[in-house]
Structure formats: C-alpha cells, structure tokens
C-alpha cells in the first residue's frame, strides 16, 4: 500500500489519503467524518491511515470546536409580550406551565398591578386561567414534560433540586430532568449540571464535564457559564482565551464580564478598539433588556429578598 501525506491528499479532492487511487471525479470518495481534511476510498484505508493522520485530525477537530465555542451566540428570544429581549439574569423571567412560554418579569409585574381582578391570575401570553393549587401547577408542568419540553424538564428539575412547590427535594429526579432538557439543548440545563459536576455530592466531581457543559451552555447563550469558562481560562493560564469568553458574554450585557473586560484594557490584555467595541455592545443590549416595568419588577424582588 502507497500511503500519501495527509498534506498530498489535501491537494487532491479526489485521491484515496491512503492508497492513493482515484475515484476520477466520481464522488466514491468517503470523507474524515470528524476534520473533512481528507477522504478514503475504504475502511481498511482509513484505519491504516489514521496514525499518520491523527495529529491533523485533531488539530482541525480543535480549531473547528473554538470557532464554534468563540462565535457570538444570538440575543435571548424577545418576550413575546413586549417584544423587548429578555433578560439574561434568571430570576427576572417566569416559565409558563400553560403555553410554555417565557414571559419577563416586567409584563407578569403590570399585569397583576393593572389587570382587573379577574384577569390578574390568568396567564398574560395566553390567557388560560392560573393553577388554583401548587399540586395544579406541578401536574401541568409534568404534562409540559411529558411534550418534551426542555424548559419544563429545566423548570421542574429545578423544583425537585429545591425542594420547592410542594415536591420533595429529589437530587437523582432533578439530575435526570437536567440531563434530559441539556440534550435538548437547554443552556441552564447545562449550567446547572456544570455546576454539579463542579462541586460534587450529587454526583462525583467531573473536570471534564463540568466545561463540556460549560461550553454547550455558553455556545448556547449562557453568559454566566460563559463567564466561568472565562475564569476557568485564566486559571489554566490561557489569558487571550479567557478575554474573548469575557467579551462574548459581555456583549450579552453581563456585568461582570464587561468590569473583566475594562480591567483587561487597563492590564493591556485587552485592545482599547476591543474594549470599546464590546463597552458599545454592552450598553446595547442593556438598553434592549431595559424598561420601566422591568425596573419595578426588579426592584419587588429585591425587596422581597430583603436587599
């Protein structure tokens, strides 16, 4: 058997990276699965090959997964209420077990202000009437489950993570809800299970899956699984790594990754046109996030917490 340099086999679209043969142009070709760098024209071909290829491979796989991890992740859906982006932080927005719906905290505010008596237990989205009693709410939420849908999965994981809304506190019911709404793709999913993975008890501690959930999370949306990655980076010493997570997140309007960013610029690990690009950014979307409603929904739970 010929085998050729994976370096050869780029040059030719059409050449076995093993043995060489051509398909002439015909497509038999397979190609890597995992890099597309090269192409074979059998499995014996590709397993002979794959020592000579390995480092390639893993390269590309590498550089494919940061393009991916480092590209800017679109805003939150907007509250289909106001029509305003909702809020990243996730005590300022409520699931609906009716609709399915996440509405923000400033739309459920005015309207238990401003809604006739009548109106103000019905849900603002769809107007179905509100659960009457907590063991109500929790039989909609497991029908919402039941549907397959992930923010339930999340909403109700977290009741049982809790203890709250009547459930007994179940760490292995909230784990295997979790796990079921981040293959989903639901980026709190994820967060929430870095963070399990992180500390341990529940499970045992896992490095390597509390950043692979940190990473789907804040690939997802999550600026604050972003911003741990962050942190995470500049624990390992991979400083530029950790500053493109800040600057992602802090596009985002998260707080704390934009002070990580303007102490950056003042450190010199941050470019003043990066940090003025990503100071613009921020206020952006704190201005898409922003309203009145919001600030007085934000300011009752404030109060509610005693701060």
Same mark, same amino acid.
């Given at each position: 058997?010929? !085998?050729?340099t994976?370096?050869?086999?780029?040059?030719?679209?059409?050449? #076995?990276?093993?043995?060489?043969? =051509?398909?002439?142009?015909?497509?038999?070709?397979?190609?890597?699965?995992? #890099?597309?760098?090269? %192409?074979?024209?059998?499995?014996? #071909?590709?397993v002979?090959?794959?020592?000579?290829?390995?480092?390639?491979?893993? %390269?590309?796989?590498?550089?494919?997964?940061? @393009?991916?991890?480092?590209?800017?992740?679109?805003?939150?859906? +907007?509250?289909?209420?106001?029509?305003?982006?909702?809020?990243i932080?996730?005590?300022?927005?409520?699931?609906?077990?009716?609709?399915?719906?996440?509405? #923000?905290?400033?739309?459920?505010?005015?309207?238990?202000?401003?809604?006739?008596?009548t109106?103000?237990?019905?849900?603002?989205?769809?107007?179905t009437?509100? =659960?009457?009693?907590?063991?109500?709410?929790?039989?909609?939420?497991?029908?919402?489950?039941e549907?397959?849908?992930?923010?339930?999965?999340?909403?109700?994981?977290?009741?049982?993570?809790?203890?709250?809304?009547?459930l007994?506190?179940?760490?292995?019911?909230?784990? @295997?809800l979790?796990h079921?709404?981040?293959?989903?793709?639901n980026?709190?999913?994820? =967060?929430?299970?870095?963070?399990?993975?992180? @500390?341990?008890?529940?499970?045992?501690?896992?490095?390597?899956?509390?950043?692979?959930?940190?990473?789907?999370?804040?690939?997802?949306?999550?600026?604050?699984?972003?911003? *741990?990655?962050?942190? +995470?980076?500049? *624990?390992?010493?991979?400083?530029?790594?950790?500053?493109?997570?800040?600057?992602?997140?802090?596009?985002?309007?998260?707080?704390?990754?934009m002070?990580?960013?303007? @102490?950056?610029?003042?450190?010199?690990?941050? !470019?003043?046109?990066?940090?003025?690009?990503? !100071?613009?950014a921020?206020?952006?979307?704190? +201005?898409?996030?922003?309203?009145?409603?919001?600030?007085?929904?934000?300011?009752a739970?404030?109060?509610s %917490?005693g =701060?």
């Amino acid at each position: 058997m010929n !085998t050729i340099t994976t370096k050869d086999a780029d040059n030719s679209k059409h050449q #076995c990276a093993a043995c060489g043969d =051509s398909d002439d142009g015909g497509g038999s070709l397979k190609p890597c699965t995992a #890099c597309n760098l090269v %192409k074979y024209c059998k499995e014996s #071909c590709q397993v002979a090959h794959w020592p000579a290829h390995k480092q390639a491979c893993e %390269k590309r796989v590498a550089e494919l997964f940061d @393009e991916k991890l480092f590209k800017q992740p679109p805003p939150n859906e +907007d509250c289909p209420i106001c029509y305003l982006r909702l809020p990243i932080d996730f005590d300022q927005f409520k699931y609906q077990s009716c609709c399915g719906k996440i509405l #923000c905290g400033g739309c459920v505010c005015a309207n238990t202000v401003a809604a006739a008596d009548t109106e103000k237990q019905k849900c603002v989205f769809c107007r179905t009437e509100g =659960s009457y009693s907590v063991e109500e709410e929790n039989e909609r939420v497991k029908k919402r489950v039941e549907a397959n849908d992930a923010r339930a999965m999340f909403h109700l994981g977290t009741c049982y993570q809790f203890g709250i809304n009547s459930l007994r506190q179940d760490y292995a019911k909230a784990l @295997e809800l979790f796990h079921k709404s981040a293959k989903l793709g639901n980026p709190f999913a994820h =967060s929430n299970l870095s963070i399990y993975y992180h @500390e341990g008890g529940i499970v045992e501690k896992d490095t390597r899956k509390v950043t692979y959930h940190e990473q789907l999370a804040a690939i997802a949306g999550n600026v604050q699984a972003r911003y *741990n990655l962050g942190c +995470d980076e500049v *624990n390992t010493g991979n400083i530029d790594r950790a500053y493109k997570h800040w600057m992602i997140s802090a596009n985002d309007g998260h707080d704390l990754s934009m002070k990580a960013v303007q @102490e950056g610029y003042k450190s010199g690990f941050v !470019t003043k046109d990066d940090c003025a690009k990503t !100071t613009r950014a921020y206020g952006i979307s704190i +201005d898409e996030m922003k309203s009145d409603d919001r600030d007085k929904a934000a300011a009752a739970i404030r109060a509610s %917490k005693g =701060s």
